[in-house]
C-alpha cells in the first residue's frame, strides 16, 4: 500500500487559504473506498498555533482541528469533485481526548498521519452536498487525538441568496461585508494563555457577581489577522469561534478557581454551528462550567448574536503542571464532549 508524502504541501486553493504558510495538508493516500490517509506536517514555528504562554514544549491540539478543517475542504474538491468557487458550510467539529505526550515539540517538524473514516455523504438533488469524517491523528504509532467534522457545501449563488436573506432578517444591508468595526480593546493575553495581544479574541470579560460558575465577553472580530482570517471572508469564522471558546474556558476556569492558573492544555473541543456570525454586529460569548476536579475542567460555551445562538459546544482543560503527568485518557479530560450530532440548519466556512 502506498504510503502519504510529505515533501511538499497541497496547492493553497484546495484547502481554501490564501497563504502558503497557512497550508498544512501534504498528501492524501487512499486505503479502501471510505478510507483515506492525509498526511500533515505541524510547523514548529507559528505565529498563532505556536503561541501559548505555557506549555511550549507541547503542539497546540488546536493545529490539528485546523488540519482536520483542510482536509475535509481539500476531500470536497478531490474525492467529490466540488469545483473551485463552492462554498464549503462547516456544520460541526470536535477534537477529542488530546494527548499531550504524543503532541512534544521535537527537534524537526512533526509529521501527522490523520487517518480520516468517512462516516456519511450527505446527498441532495445534484448529488453529494456534504460529507461527515472521523479522524484518527497519527503520531508515528501513538494516537495525539480523535476528531471530527462535517461539512456541507452549496454553490456561490445560493449561498449569496443564504446570506441576503440572512442578513435582511438581521435589518442589515445585504451583500458582502469584509470589514468588522475596530475591535474593542482585549483582555491581558496572560488572561487567556497567549504570549502576542493580537492572538486574544476576547474583550470585557467578566463573572458575574455572586456567580462561581459563568464567565461573559465580548468576542473580538478582528478581520486583519493573518491567520484567523487568512482571506476574505463575510462571516465569522469557525476556527475563531473554537479559540473563542478555549480562551473564554480558560479565563472562566481560573476566575471561578476550576483551574489554577491559565496555562492550561486542551484535550477537547467541539462546536455546532446553528448560525452564520455577521462581522458588523456584536458578538456575546458565555461559558459556564459543567465539571471541575481542581485539575481538570469542563464548560459548556456560546456565542449569541441579536439574541440568537450561532454556536454552541465544549471545552475541556487540565491544568498545565498535571497534564504533563497525567496518563492520557484518564480524568474528566477523557470525558466524551456533547454536541455532536445531526440538525445544525446553517454554519461558519
Given at each position: 500500500?502506498?504510503?502519504?508524502?510529505f515533501?511538499?504541501?497541497?496547492?493553497?486553493?484546495?484547502?481554501h487559504?490564501l497563504?502558503?504558510?497557512?497550508?498544512?495538508v501534504?498528501?492524501?493516500?487512499?486505503?479502501?473506498?471510505d478510507?483515506?490517509?492525509?498526511?500533515?506536517?505541524?510547523?514548529?514555528?507559528?505565529?498563532?498555533?505556536?503561541?501559548?504562554?505555557?506549555?511550549?514544549?507541547?503542539?497546540?491540539?488546536?493545529?490539528?482541528?485546523?488540519?482536520?478543517?483542510?482536509?475535509l475542504?481539500?476531500?470536497?474538491?478531490?474525492?467529490?469533485?466540488?469545483?473551485?468557487?463552492?462554498?464549503?458550510?462547516?456544520?460541526?467539529?470536535?477534537?477529542?481526548?488530546?494527548?499531550?505526550?504524543?503532541?512534544?515539540?521535537?527537534?524537526?517538524?512533526?509529521?501527522?498521519?490523520?487517518?480520516?473514516?468517512i462516516?456519511r455523504?450527505?446527498?441532495?438533488?445534484?448529488?453529494v452536498?456534504?460529507a461527515?469524517?472521523?479522524?484518527t491523528?497519527?503520531?508515528?504509532?501513538?494516537?495525539?487525538?480523535?476528531?471530527?467534522?462535517?461539512?456541507?457545501?452549496v454553490?456561490?449563488?445560493?449561498?449569496?441568496?443564504?446570506?441576503?436573506?440572512?442578513?435582511?432578517e438581521l435589518?442589515l444591508a445585504?451583500?458582502?461585508?469584509?470589514?468588522?468595526?475596530e475591535?474593542?480593546?482585549?483582555?491581558?493575553?496572560?488572561l487567556?494563555?497567549?504570549?502576542?495581544?493580537?492572538?486574544?479574541?476576547?474583550?470585557?470579560?467578566?463573572?458575574?457577581?455572586?456567580?462561581?460558575?459563568t464567565?461573559?465577553?465580548?468576542?473580538?472580530?478582528?478581520?486583519?489577522?493573518?491567520?484567523?482570517?487568512?482571506?476574505?471572508?463575510?462571516h465569522?469564522p469557525?476556527?475563531?469561534?473554537?479559540?473563542?471558546?478555549?480562551?473564554?474556558?480558560?479565563?472562566?476556569?481560573?476566575?471561578?478557581?476550576?483551574?489554577?492558573?491559565?496555562?492550561?492544555?486542551?484535550?477537547?473541543?467541539?462546536?455546532?454551528?446553528?448560525?452564520?456570525?455577521?462581522?458588523?454586529?456584536?458578538?456575546?460569548?458565555?461559558?459556564?462550567?459543567?465539571?471541575?476536579?481542581?485539575?481538570?475542567?469542563?464548560?459548556?460555551?456560546?456565542?449569541?448574536?441579536?439574541?440568537?445562538?450561532?454556536?454552541?459546544?465544549?471545552?475541556?482543560?487540565?491544568?498545565a503542571?498535571?497534564?504533563e503527568?497525567?496518563?492520557?485518557?484518564?480524568?474528566?479530560?477523557?470525558?466524551?464532549?456533547?454536541?455532536?450530532?445531526?440538525?445544525?440548519?446553517?454554519?461558519?466556512?
Amino acid at each position: 500500500m502506498d504510503t502519504v508524502e510529505f515533501s511538499r504541501t497541497v496547492p493553497r486553493e484546495l484547502v481554501h487559504r490564501l497563504s502558503v504558510a497557512e497550508v498544512l495538508v501534504t498528501g492524501a493516500v487512499a486505503r479502501d473506498e471510505d478510507t483515506l490517509d492525509v498526511g500533515t506536517q505541524i510547523p514548529r514555528s507559528h505565529a498563532f498555533y505556536r503561541d501559548t504562554a505555557g506549555c511550549r514544549h507541547l503542539y497546540d491540539p488546536m493545529v490539528l482541528v485546523e488540519a482536520a478543517r483542510q482536509t475535509l475542504i481539500m476531500l470536497g474538491h478531490e474525492l467529490f469533485d466540488m469545483p473551485f468557487g463552492t462554498k464549503f458550510i462547516l456544520r460541526e467539529i470536535a477534537l477529542r481526548d488530546a494527548d499531550p505526550t504524543a503532541l512534544a515539540v521535537r527537534g524537526v517538524p512533526t509529521e501527522v498521519v490523520l487517518r480520516c473514516h468517512i462516516l456519511r455523504r450527505f446527498r441532495g438533488r445534484a448529488g453529494v452536498s456534504g460529507a461527515r469524517l472521523r479522524y484518527t491523528a497519527l503520531v508515528g504509532d501513538r494516537v495525539a487525538a480523535t476528531l471530527e467534522c462535517s461539512m456541507s457545501w452549496v454553490p456561490p449563488d445560493r449561498w449569496q441568496a443564504m446570506r441576503d436573506e440572512g442578513r435582511t432578517e438581521l435589518g442589515l444591508a445585504p451583500g458582502l461585508v469584509i470589514d468588522a468595526p475596530e475591535p474593542p480593546p482585549r483582555v491581558g493575553e496572560l488572561l487567556v494563555d497567549r504570549r502576542d495581544p493580537a492572538n486574544v479574541v476576547l474583550s470585557s470579560f467578566r463573572v458575574p457577581p455572586g456567580d462561581r460558575t459563568t464567565g461573559t465577553a465580548r468576542l473580538v472580530v478582528d478581520t486583519g489577522h493573518p491567520v484567523l482570517f487568512d482571506h476574505v471572508v463575510d462571516h465569522v469564522p469557525g476556527m475563531l469561534t473554537l479559540e473563542a471558546f478555549r480562551q473564554l474556558g480558560i479565563a472562566t476556569a481560573v476566575a471561578t478557581g476550576a483551574l489554577p492558573s491559565a496555562s492550561a492544555l486542551l484535550t477537547g473541543v467541539n462546536a455546532r454551528f446553528t448560525g452564520i456570525g455577521e462581522l458588523d454586529l456584536p458578538i456575546s460569548c458565555e461559558s459556564v462550567l459543567t465539571r471541575t476536579d481542581g485539575t481538570n475542567a469542563v464548560l459548556r460555551c456560546a456565542l449569541r448574536q441579536e439574541g440568537r445562538t450561532v454556536a454552541e459546544g465544549e471545552v475541556c482543560l487540565t491544568a498545565a503542571a498535571e497534564g504533563e503527568k497525567r496518563p492520557a485518557g484518564t480524568g474528566v479530560g477523557k470525558v466524551h464532549l456533547t454536541g455532536i450530532g445531526a440538525g445544525a440548519e446553517a454554519g461558519t466556512r
